[in-house]
C-alpha cells in the first residue's frame, strides 16, 4: 500500500503534475534541436533548483529526460539530422519515409513505440532493478571491450551498399575519436602538434556535419524540386500495426533496458544495436532497411526510451550512474541530501518509487505531447527548399557551437559535413563513422583496463574470457556476428537454404 501511495504521490499534488508536463514539453522541443542536449539540460537545471524541495526539482528533471530522448527522432525524420546521437538509427528509415510523404505516420509510430519502450523500462526498473543491477555490476572491462567490439560489427547492418566501404567508414569514425590526448597516459594522438586538436574533436560537431550540413549541400542539387506534400491523415499507427511490431519491439526494449543499465553505455548505442537486431530477424520486410523500413522505426525507438529506466536501475540501487544524465541526478540527489546506493532502497524507498511514477507521467505525457503538433511539424518538410536549407544550415551551426560555446566546433562541424557529402556522393555509408566515434573512447579505455588487469599478458587476458561465462558469450557473439558478415558464410547458407526471397 505505501508503495502504491508513493507512486501517486504525483498525482496528488497538481503542482508535480504540471513540472513533469512542463519538463516533458520542453525535453521533446530541446531533444528535437541538434546540439541541444538534454545532459545539458539538466546540469542547468540544477543551479536553479538547488533551493527547491526534492520532489518538484526531481519532477522537472525527470520530465525533460524522458521527453529530450524522445525529442530528438523529430528532426531525425524531417531534416535527416538526428536531435541527440540516440535518434542516429531513426534518421536511417525516418527521412526516407519523409520524403516519400510519410512523414506524419513516421512519427506516430516512434511515438507510440517510445511510450511501449520507455514503459517497459520503467516496469523492469520498478520489477526487477536489483537483479538487473547485479548482473552490470558482473561486467568486467573484458566485457566491456568486448560489448564495443560486438559493436563495431554493427557495419554490416548500417552499410546498405558494399561492407568494405562500411568497415573503412568504421574505422575512420574510430580514428575521429581517437583524437586528442590519451585519457591514461594523457599523450597527445593524431593531434599534428596542433594545440586545438588536444582537446579532441567534438563528436556532435562531427554527427551535426555529417547528417546536416551534407544533407543541405545534396538538396542544393534539387533547389527547384517541389517538396514532397506529406500525408497528414494517418498520425495515430492501428492497432493491427502495434500488435504486427510488438514481439520485435519487445525484444529490442529487452536490448535497451540492458545496455542502459550498463554504466557508461546508453540509448545512442542501444539504439544502434537495436537497429542491428531488427536487420537480423527481420526476414523480408515490406520496404529495404535504410529505404523507409517500419521496423528500421520500431527497433531504435523502442530500445533509446527502454534504456532511460535501464539507466535508473544503477544509479538508484547501487548509485552508479548508468548515463551523463544519471550522473547529473545523483550530484542533485546529494545536494538535496539524499544517497542513491543500497541504502536508499531500505531507508527512504519512498523516493524510489516516486521516482518510478514520475517515469509513468512523463512516459504519458510524451505520448500526449508527441501525437500533438504534428501537422505544424511536418509542414518544416513541405517549405521551399529556399527556405529549407538555410534553416538546416542554421539550426546546424546554432547546435554545434551551443556544446561547448566554441567556433573551433563550428568549423570542425562544417569540415565534417563537406567530408560527409562526397562520403554519400560515392556511396560511403555515414552510419558507421559515428558508431566509430561513438565507442571509439569505449572501446580504448575498457582495452587499455582489461590488458592492465591482465598485466599485460594476453595469454591471462585470453583465459579470463574464456574462463567467464560472461565474457565467453560475448566473445561467442563477436565471433559469430563476424562470421556471419563474410561472402563465405552468405555462399554456404545460399548452398544449404537456397535464395532468400526478394
Known amino acids: 500500500m505505501e508503495t502504491l501511495l508513493a507512486i501517486l504521490v504525483i498525482f496528488t499534488q497538481p ?50 529526460y524522458m521527453g529530450g530522448v524522445y525529442g530528438g527522432s523529430r528532426t531525425a525524420i524531417l531534416l535527416n539530422i538526428p536531435g541527440a546521437p540516440s535518434a542516429i538509427a531513426t534518421a536511417l528509415d525516418g527521412y526516407p519515409m519523409a520524403k516519400r510523404g510519410e512523414a506524419g505516420q513516421a512519427i506516430g509510430v516512434t511515438t507510440v513505440m517510445s511510450f511501449f519502450g520507455g514503459l517497459v523500462g520503467i516496469a523492469v526498473l520498478a520489477l526487477a532493478a536489483p537483479f538487473v543491477a547485479g548482473f552490470a555490476l558482473t561486467f568486467q572491462p573484458r566485457d566491456y571491450m568486448l560489448l564495443a567490439v560486438l559493436g563495431i560489427l554493427l557495419v554490416g547492418s548500417l552499410s546498405s551498399g558494399s561492407l568494405v566501404k562500411g568497415i573503412f567508414a568504421g574505422a575512420l569514425g574510430l580514428a575521429i ?89 546508453g540509448g545512442d548505442i542501444a539504439a544502434l544495436m537495436a537497429y542491428d537486431h531488427a536487420k537480423r530477424v527481420t526476414k523480408n520486410p515490406e520496404i529495404p532497411f535504410g529505404e523507409g523500413a517500419m521496423e528500421g522505426l520500431v527497433a531504435p525507438e523502442t530500445a533509446n526510451n527502454a534504456a532511460v529506466g535501464g539507466a535508473f536501475i544503477p544509479m538508484m540501487t547501487l548509485g552508479i550512474p548508468g548515463d551523463a544524465v544519471t550522473a547529473i541526478m ?113 572501446l580504448d579505455e575498457n582495452w587499455r583496463r582489461a590488458i592492465i588487469s591482465s598485466r599485460e599478458d594476453m595469454g591471462r587476458l585470453v583465459e579470463g574470457i574464456l574462463g567467464s561465462p560472461l565474457s565467453l558469450c560475448l566473445m561467442l557473439a563477436v565471433v559469430l556476428i563476424f562470421v556471419s558478415q563474410t561472402p563465405v558464410w552468405r555462399a554456404a547458407k545460399a548452398r544449404l537454404f537456397g535464395k532468400a526471397r526478394p
Open 15 to 64: 503542482q508535480l503534475l504540471l513540472l513533469v508536463g512542463i519538463g516533458t514539453f520542453a525535453g521533446i522541443y530541446i531533444g528535437a534541436i541538434p546540439g541541444l542536449s538534454v545532459t545539458m539540460a539538466v546540469s542547468i537545471l540544477i543551479s536553479f533548483t538547488f533551493s527547491w524541495d526534492v520532489f518538484p526539482a526531481i519532477s522537472l528533471m525527470v520530465g525533460i
Open 177 to 265: 575519436g581517437a583524437v586528442g590526448r590519451d585519457p591514461l597516459t594523457f599523450t597527445p594522438r593524431f593531434t599534428f602538434d596542433f594545440r586545438i586538436m588536444e582537446g579532441g574533436i567534438s563528436f556532435i560537431a562531427v554527427m551535426i556535419g555529417m547528417f546536416g550540413v551534407s544533407e543541405a549541400l545534396i538538396q542544393l542539387q534539387n533547389v527547384d524540386k517541389k517538396a514532397m506534400r506529406q500525408k497528414i491523415t494517418k498520425i495515430v499507427p492501428s492497432f493491427g500495426t502495434v500488435r504486427k511490431y510488438l514481439p520485435l519491439s519487445l525484444q529490442t526494449s529487452a536490448i535497451g533496458v540492458i545496455i542502459g543499465a550498463l554504466p557508461g553505455t
Open 330 to 442: 545523483i550530484g542533485a540527489l546529494f545536494i538535496h541530501g539524499l544517497n542513491p546506493g543500497p541504502m536508499l532502497m531500505i531507508d527512504q524507498p519512498d523516493m524510489f518509487w516516486f521516482i518510478v511514477g514520475a517515469l509513468m507521467t512523463a512516459n504519458v505525457f510524451m505520448l500526449i505531447f508527441g501525437l500533438t503538433g504534428i501537422r505544424i511539424f511536418t509542414k518544416i518538410v513541405e517549405m521551399p527548399r529556399t527556405i529549407i536549407i538555410p534553416m538546416i544550415l542554421l539550426l546546424s551551426i546554432v547546435g554545434a557551437y551551443a556544446v561547448n560555446n566554441a567556433i573551433t566546433d563550428v568549423y570542425w562541424m562544417l569540415g565534417f559535413g563537406v567530408f560527409g557529402y562526397f562520403m554519400r556522393h560515392y556511396g560511403y555509408p555515414l552510419g558507421p563513422v559515428i558508431l566509430g566515434v561513438i565507442l571509439s573512447r569505449l
